[in-house]
């Protein structure tokens, strides 16, 4: 067992390519802290991208920033707090619910593609992700789109690495378009409301031209009720126009009340983002990703413990008991499941991942053998 | 420009290939007589023209599966074509190859405005997809210029931008699923009405492969409502370096226009000759388009037009009724067609960091000089996405390579200070030589080896994208015995 840091991308390339030599097969850790998403690594080795850090571009004019793979994410976004700007995307915070220790890493949000409940409205982590430095599974120096955020040069290998969970290669550098941060924000609470109509409410807010930054449902909310919440953001007068606008449309959904305290609302999107009502119970968690009018469907084919709307109804997150397999459960509604929390052996026995179509698993098990030869990247990890 | 020799034993089994693609495809689908196939020579890069063998028009992915199925077999190059609006060559046939058009895939198959989706036969037109949910104040977002004509196919090999990106993202960002044939037929549907992969994402390196991976024959893409109103704003500025610096404060500032346009004074003179759109006499010129309702307009423009005070500008025009809008935006939509009056051009599509943009137009500008040709610079300044437009004239002899090679030095500056050779248009066979400039080795290997994975016998588009000398090996004709 030995733990490899190398401290440059040179390092790491030949770190890879002496790994490669031997056919020693690698753990690929970031901050560690999502460690346990996907299946089990079969790797006694653990190459760590910590010693990668530091942002290493910024220009807030641009809206852009470059940061190595290891850079904490707390100083990704610290730096683009300062310039009153922000990663689009809402990366969720995975330490509470998979009960985990440690520092993000932006090289970690990448390779797990993570997003929260902005992603909806302005795509996920891969949207925002303009460039890409990897070393693949020979130990092979590559880099893919740049620092621009219009770039159509080749192919776009930066969308295939963002969610390959380090199995494609060992990334290096990451460069982003950033968006302002906004002003202020207000929320919508809708409460009572069943599944259905919940989603139906979401939906219809959607609708609008109003530009609704996040619509999630909790069947059972902190009181115990349930509330629908739909976001709203930018300048505050702005936002109080289309909060009023909103509340007229959706009036027969119910009066919202209509939160516009900095540190609740945060709190409560944090809630969302972070899957926090499953934080600390007993059981699996599963993330379904569906059209938002399938996502009560989802919930009632389950019979989950616990359920979680975000994404308009398109993201349900569910709590259910160890080891039960919901796919069988979700036959004929499209989309896909992935298995997120479990012991390792559930997951040694469930794939996390949804299995794919014979001629996609086919393409993608191609593509890992191009990318990795001798399998050495995180394998078990991606099945 | 060159292009890989038409494989002769190809071109003999002519017959036989027409025969087989006429047993799955109506006789009006399967165009093979030389006077037909001239109509597919070109697309808008229309410098470079070669018929093909035979052209087919499949009317459903079944006929598309059949026809790659067929060619496969026969070992014959297949060039997919959306409209032929490609400025990069990328629809440019080969004289032993299929073309493969989808233009009579165009139907709407599903709209579903609670998911907030539309589900297109590929071959639809961009802006026939906004038409079909425009009733219901819906909108699909990305909008190149061409999209009166241009197919969702080409737009989503291409990944095309537009006019509105800096807000609402390129086709890679809206698009959610499709229905691909691959090379040897096989039908596959990645993604659809949800959001995120299962596992690696396939739809977004198919997003952008310039027709090189598959076939696309249907499409889910994101549609969005419309914003309740939009209003531009218009600044003059005597300075390229000024009006450059106004753009990263307006962005600084937090206000997220749904574009920025800039154009140099080469492009507001011809603009202002040919169309009249009462531009002021500077050097530089901004439209800045903001969304919403009208207060909120207000708020946004305000906050804009404080930062262009900031900068001195020469003229600052804010619009007050769509009349007025539409006279700001008149000139620099018909830019092109101003530029075209003077002379033929070349129009470009490099990529640059925004705060590089008054030294890259600095530099144009003494290249123009020791060129001898002029250049007008009209582009998408939020985003940096430039588009040059050098001006020759096609009917005298050495003007066209002379104008490529000017091309080729602003493609290569572009590089140079940190950006990319094409933001939106691809590399089809127009950048395809000068991606040693953009990719190392090891870079453009890592590429090839995905098309390995999809069409192991390089048969669909194959002389597009990467120079020929690193392609040549995996192109060697294995034509049927």
Redesign the interface.
Known sequence: MMTLQPRSESDLSEAVASAYAAKTPLEIVGGGTRRTLGGPVQAADTLSTAGLSGITLYEPGALTIVAQAGTPLAEVEAALKAENQRLPFEPMDHRALLGTEGEPTIGGVVAANVSGPRRFQVGACRDSLIGVRYVDGQGTAIKNGGRVMKNVTGYDIVKLMAGSYGTLGVLSEVSFKVLPDTAHSSVLLFEGLSDVDAVACMCAAMATPYEVSGAAHLPVGMDGAPVTMLRLEGFEKSVAYRAGELAKALAHFGTPKVESDPDKTAAGWRYIRDVEAFAGQPGDVWRVSVKPTDGPKVAAAVGAQGVVYDWSGGLVWLLVGEGTDIRPALAGIAGHATLIRASASTRAAIPAFHPEAAPLAKVTAGLRAQFDPAGILNPGRMG | MEMPAPDARILSRKAQVVQRLLTVLPKDAVIHEEAETRAYECDALTAYRCPPMVAVLPSNTQEVSDVLRICHQEGVPVVPRGSGTSLAGGALPTADCVILGVARLNDVLET??????IKVQSGRTNLSVTGAVEE???FYAPDPSSQLACAIAGNIA??S?GAH?LKY??T??NLLGVTMV?MDG?V???G??????????????I???EGQLGVVTEATLRIL????GARPVLMGFDDNEVAGAC???I??????PVAIEFMDRPCIEATEKFAKAGYPDCEALLIVEVE??D??ID??LSVIMDIARSHNPVELRESKSPMESAAIWKGRKSAFGAMGQINDYMCLDG?????QLPFVLRRIGEMSKEYGLKVGNVF?AG???MHPLILFDANKPGDLELCEAFGADILKLCVEV??????????GIE?RDL?FD??NP???E??L??????DPQWLLNPAK??PLSVTETRRTPIAAE
């Open positions: 579903d405005y609670d998911n907030r989706i219901e104040d819906f291409m990944n931008g990106c993202g390129v890679t960002n691959m096989t596959v549907e990645v659809g009405a949800h959001l995120d992969a299962p596992g690696l994402d396939l739809l977004g390196i997003c952008g492969s409502h419309k914003p309740e753009v990263a404060d962005i600084k500032a937090g206000v997220l919403g309702s207060a909120e708020e946004q990529t640059i960091p925004v705060s998408h985003d940096g996405n940190g950006g990319c050779l094409t933001g939106e248009h691809g590399v950048k991606m953009q990719f090891e870079d453009m890592a590429q080896k995905i098309k390995d994975v999809f994208v990467f």
